[in-house]
């Protein structure tokens, strides 16, 4: 039997006819208002945008409608078993009384056990308590009783000493008593500095374990009651480690050295060490090669230059310190700590400079200056070079007598005097009110053969300057870099300032620019062939000569150089163009003179008998001249090379080209419409006159012999200009005055 059809849920007509309570607008989402990070005024604002407020009303109320019949609707649901409640609830009050006395029986004995664990427990932190105090204490007595035995064990030692006397604290020995130590040889030799060394080590072993608990044991009554003795210790052993030291030093006692250095470590006294050494044995042999002080005034150097003395003190270093610096530098030795190179070499060799040669740090004479930093490098190189490790030169240039040797050279104002030198030099040069041949300069100067001018020549040498051995400094590469780039912008501003002041006609208000209005074209020709050789030493040799000298910096640091310095010369070489534009302009002002000899040729035949012109006017063979002559000069023969005169000639056609045809196309202009002017008043007296007016005049007009005459001159000036190697009907200009004046059978074809 089949399963029955299940019957659909009943529906109202308010179901078939409306839309039902839980339909809402697609923008409507009621599962957002569960989220748990739901903003009320965020869901609001999101909404405002494409919902009106009426509408978000009214759909949240009814929202709101449609959740107060869901709560009816589950209120409803079980009310029946809410009321019912209340009627299953049977016999509550007994079964509460029944379980009270169990629950107030657990809760005595709970609160019991609390109180007996409580108080095990203020037991028990207590004993702890007293225990950490006891061992706190214990440590403390422990720690007093470790230092009153370390104290009186290396007063023990120390009245061990061989033959030490207890006065040396008060530096109260007296000199039977130094000799006697100091001889050592008296009793068992060497051996003596030995027993001594060693002994003496082990004595600096105790007081760095001493010092270890003082500083554990600070503000204790007890150790300021013993404060005394240990220093009273302290002294002794500073006074008798120190003897001992110089007199392994004085001996070259190599073991007595050893276990010194060491037991100075041992106590962290490690300048006491090193001033001893500079005292003892560097003072003496730097005061011989840099005499100063007492004997300064007797043996005065004549000089401040540092080159042999470093020189001799090189010697000194390896014949009497070299022994030390051995020791110093053994490996695995724990002797690292020391730095005689620095705190005693270095610290002496800088005070004897700056007490006998202080002149030696000044820039004032720039040349002794740099010749004794280069010699002070070299010798700092040397002093590193005795170092076993990179890291023992690192920390050698990270001490504080390296930084104050290396501050007394002044290299700023250095590097400002070389720059006042050589820009004031240019500066100088530049400020000339005309173009100075470098043949005319005095003999010493100009030594430059293939510039021409003074000024071209004082730049290269300007540039060069910078980077010779005797100038620059590497660690100021970057300013002397600086340097010569704004020396080839001060000598392309000044080329650059003049040619427009030329072009102007007056300096206005920037002096130096007065060279440019005296200038005569075929001196241009100089700053030419000046600009082009420059170009080429700056792009080449120079270029070289300073990759060279910075070769030791990184690909990087030489690209970006040798761009700069390429820059430098490009923008040399990009005034060309313009000094060539001022030499046309001059050719072609001189060029226009004549041509404006062509207005002549209207009064020549206007209203004259004259027949057809047959041969060109005299003054076409002066519009080239002043260019003829120009290229036929010497200068431009010897100097100008054959691209740029092209060039040249070129742009001088075309712009004399171009005046011509302005020239030429006015006169024919003016020319026809006086024709036409006069046509008109002859064809008005002939009809006055009862003349037919239909009679045509087949005479040649005025006009026509004018352009026939202009046609005649620009064939010959075609024929200079092909002279010069121009083809003229390249030329636009030229074309456009062809056609301007030619016959109309002519005009097709340009021949000469």
């Given at each position: 039997m089949a399963d029955p059809i299940p019957s659909?849920?009943?529906?109202?007509?308010?179901?078939?006819?409306?839309?039902p309570l839980d339909s809402h607008p697609l923008w409507f989402k009621p599962a957002l208002f569960l989220s748990p990070d739901f903003d009320s005024e965020a869901y609001i604002s999101d909404l405002r945008t494409f919902v009106p407020f009426d509408t978000l009303r009214s759909e949240l109320q009814s929202y709101l409608a449609s959740l107060n019949h869901d709560l009816i609707d589950l209120i409803n649901r079980d009310y029946a078993d809410f009321v019912n409640l209340s009627t299953k609830l049977v016999d509550v009050d007994s079964a509460v009384v029944r379980m009270r006395a169990p629950l107030l029986e657990l809760r005595e004995k709970i609160e019991q056990f609390r109180g007996s664990v409580q108080g095990s427990l203020v037991a028990l932190t207590n004993g702890l308590k007293q225990r950490s105090e006891a061992a706190e204490a214990r440590e403390i007595l422990e720690l007093l009783l470790d230092t009153f035995h370390v104290v009186s064990k290396v007063e023990k030692l120390i009245k061990e000493l061989p033959s030490v006397p207890a006065d040396w604290s008060n530096g109260d020995v007296n000199l039977a008593e130094k000799n006697f130590i100091s001889n050592g040889t008296t009793e068992n030799g060497t051996n003596l500095r030995d027993t001594q060394s060693m002994l003496l080590e082990r004595i600096a072993s105790e007081m760095n374990r001493l010092k270890f608990y003082i500083a554990h044991a600070q503000n204790l009554p007890f150790i300021e009651n013993m404060e005394k003795r240990i220093q009273g210790a302290s002294l002794l052993l500073d006074a008798s480690l120190g003897h001992c030291f110089v007199d392994g030093l004085e001996h070259r006692d190599a073991n007595a050295i050893y276990n010194c250095l060491r037991a100075y470590a041992a106590i962290d006294n490690t300048r006491s060490a090193e001033e001893l050494f500079r005292t003892t044995i560097v003072a003496p042999l730097i005061q011989k090669v840099i005499p100063h002080g007492a004997s300064w005034a007797d043996g005065k150097p004549s000089g401040d230059e540092l080159e042999n003395?470093?020189?001799?003190?090189?010697?000194?270093?390896?014949?009497d310190c070299k022994f030390l610096l051995e020791i110093s530098f053994e490996e695995n030795s724990g002797l690292h700590v020391f730095d005689f190179l620095a705190n005693s070499i270095l610290k002496e060799v800088l005070s004897a400079i700056q007490k006998g040669k202080p002149g030696a740090f000044s820039p004032g004479r720039p040349t002794e200056f740099l010749k004794n930093y280069k010699s002070s490098l070299e010798f700092l190189a040397h002093i590193e070079g005795y170092f076993p490790s990179r890291a023992a030169v690192s920390k050698f240039r990270a001490e504080a007598v390296y930084n104050e040797f290396m501050k007394q050279w002044n290299l700023g104002v250095y590097f400002s005097l070389r720059f006042q030198e050589i820009a004031g030099a240019l500066d100088s040069v530049l400020a000339a009110t005309s173009l100075v041949p470098v043949h005319n300069v005095p003999s010493g100067q100009g030594d430059s053969p293939d510039l021409t001018l003074k000024q071209s020549a004082t730049l290269l040498e300007c540039l060069e300057s910078c980077w010779r051995e005797d100038v620059v400094v590497l660690s100021y590469s970057d300013k002397f870099l600086r340097l010569s780039l704004q020396l080839l912008s001060r000598y392309s501003s000044w080329l650059s300032s003049g040619l427009a002041a030329r072009k102007r006609g007056n300096t206005g208000s920037n002096p130096g620019c007065e060279w440019a209005i005296s200038t005569v074209p075929d001196e241009f020709i100089y700053i030419i062939h000046d600009i082009n050789c420059l170009h080429t030493r700056v792009c080449g040799d120079f270029l070289e000569h300073v990759l060279e000298l910075l070769s030791s910096c990184s690909g990087d640091i030489l690209d970006h150089v040798k761009q700069s310095i390429l820059h430098g010369g490009k923008a040399l070489d990009a005034l060309v163009p313009a000094i060539i534009n001022t030499i046309v302009e001059t050719l072609v002002e001189k060029s226009v003179e004549d041509l404006r000899q062509l207005k002549g040729i209207t009064a020549t035949y206007r209203m004259t008998n004259k027949p057809l012109p047959v041969r060109h006017s005299p003054y076409v063979s002066g519009v080239l001249r002043p260019l003829k002559v120009f290229l036929d000069g010497e200068r431009a023969s010897r100097y100008l090379k054959e691209d740029a005169k092209n060039e040249l000639?070129?742009?001088?056609?075309?712009?004399i080209t171009g005046r011509y045809y302005e020239l030429a196309a006015d006169l024919v202009s003016v020319a026809r419409r006086t024709e036409t002017s006069l046509q008109r008043i002859r064809q008005g007296a002939q009809r006055r006159g009862g003349a037919n007016a239909d009679i045509l005049d087949h005479n040649v007009s005025d006009t026509d012999k004018i352009c026939m005459q202009l046609f005649l001159d620009i064939q010959e000036y075609g024929r200079n200009l092909a002279a010069l190697g121009v083809d003229a009907a390249s030329i636009k200009s030229y074309r456009s005055l062809?056609?301007?004046v030619?016959?109309?059978?002519?005009?097709?074809v340009i021949n000469f």
């Amino acid at each position: 039997m089949a399963d029955p059809i299940p019957s659909a849920p009943h529906r109202s007509n308010t179901d078939f006819f409306s839309d039902p309570l839980d339909s809402h607008p697609l923008w409507f989402k009621p599962a957002l208002f569960l989220s748990p990070d739901f903003d009320s005024e965020a869901y609001i604002s999101d909404l405002r945008t494409f919902v009106p407020f009426d509408t978000l009303r009214s759909e949240l109320q009814s929202y709101l409608a449609s959740l107060n019949h869901d709560l009816i609707d589950l209120i409803n649901r079980d009310y029946a078993d809410f009321v019912n409640l209340s009627t299953k609830l049977v016999d509550v009050d007994s079964a509460v009384v029944r379980m009270r006395a169990p629950l107030l029986e657990l809760r005595e004995k709970i609160e019991q056990f609390r109180g007996s664990v409580q108080g095990s427990l203020v037991a028990l932190t207590n004993g702890l308590k007293q225990r950490s105090e006891a061992a706190e204490a214990r440590e403390i007595l422990e720690l007093l009783l470790d230092t009153f035995h370390v104290v009186s064990k290396v007063e023990k030692l120390i009245k061990e000493l061989p033959s030490v006397p207890a006065d040396w604290s008060n530096g109260d020995v007296n000199l039977a008593e130094k000799n006697f130590i100091s001889n050592g040889t008296t009793e068992n030799g060497t051996n003596l500095r030995d027993t001594q060394s060693m002994l003496l080590e082990r004595i600096a072993s105790e007081m760095n374990r001493l010092k270890f608990y003082i500083a554990h044991a600070q503000n204790l009554p007890f150790i300021e009651n013993m404060e005394k003795r240990i220093q009273g210790a302290s002294l002794l052993l500073d006074a008798s480690l120190g003897h001992c030291f110089v007199d392994g030093l004085e001996h070259r006692d190599a073991n007595a050295i050893y276990n010194c250095l060491r037991a100075y470590a041992a106590i962290d006294n490690t300048r006491s060490a090193e001033e001893l050494f500079r005292t003892t044995i560097v003072a003496p042999l730097i005061q011989k090669v840099i005499p100063h002080g007492a004997s300064w005034a007797d043996g005065k150097p004549s000089g401040d230059e540092l080159e042999n003395d470093y020189q001799q003190i090189k010697q000194c270093i390896q014949k009497d310190c070299k022994f030390l610096l051995e020791i110093s530098f053994e490996e695995n030795s724990g002797l690292h700590v020391f730095d005689f190179l620095a705190n005693s070499i270095l610290k002496e060799v800088l005070s004897a400079i700056q007490k006998g040669k202080p002149g030696a740090f000044s820039p004032g004479r720039p040349t002794e200056f740099l010749k004794n930093y280069k010699s002070s490098l070299e010798f700092l190189a040397h002093i590193e070079g005795y170092f076993p490790s990179r890291a023992a030169v690192s920390k050698f240039r990270a001490e504080a007598v390296y930084n104050e040797f290396m501050k007394q050279w002044n290299l700023g104002v250095y590097f400002s005097l070389r720059f006042q030198e050589i820009a004031g030099a240019l500066d100088s040069v530049l400020a000339a009110t005309s173009l100075v041949p470098v043949h005319n300069v005095p003999s010493g100067q100009g030594d430059s053969p293939d510039l021409t001018l003074k000024q071209s020549a004082t730049l290269l040498e300007c540039l060069e300057s910078c980077w010779r051995e005797d100038v620059v400094v590497l660690s100021y590469s970057d300013k002397f870099l600086r340097l010569s780039l704004q020396l080839l912008s001060r000598y392309s501003s000044w080329l650059s300032s003049g040619l427009a002041a030329r072009k102007r006609g007056n300096t206005g208000s920037n002096p130096g620019c007065e060279w440019a209005i005296s200038t005569v074209p075929d001196e241009f020709i100089y700053i030419i062939h000046d600009i082009n050789c420059l170009h080429t030493r700056v792009c080449g040799d120079f270029l070289e000569h300073v990759l060279e000298l910075l070769s030791s910096c990184s690909g990087d640091i030489l690209d970006h150089v040798k761009q700069s310095i390429l820059h430098g010369g490009k923008a040399l070489d990009a005034l060309v163009p313009a000094i060539i534009n001022t030499i046309v302009e001059t050719l072609v002002e001189k060029s226009v003179e004549d041509l404006r000899q062509l207005k002549g040729i209207t009064a020549t035949y206007r209203m004259t008998n004259k027949p057809l012109p047959v041969r060109h006017s005299p003054y076409v063979s002066g519009v080239l001249r002043p260019l003829k002559v120009f290229l036929d000069g010497e200068r431009a023969s010897r100097y100008l090379k054959e691209d740029a005169k092209n060039e040249l000639v070129l742009s001088a056609a075309t712009e004399i080209t171009g005046r011509y045809y302005e020239l030429a196309a006015d006169l024919v202009s003016v020319a026809r419409r006086t024709e036409t002017s006069l046509q008109r008043i002859r064809q008005g007296a002939q009809r006055r006159g009862g003349a037919n007016a239909d009679i045509l005049d087949h005479n040649v007009s005025d006009t026509d012999k004018i352009c026939m005459q202009l046609f005649l001159d620009i064939q010959e000036y075609g024929r200079n200009l092909a002279a010069l190697g121009v083809d003229a009907a390249s030329i636009k200009s030229y074309r456009s005055l062809w056609d301007c004046v030619a016959p109309e059978d002519r005009r097709s074809v340009i021949n000469f």
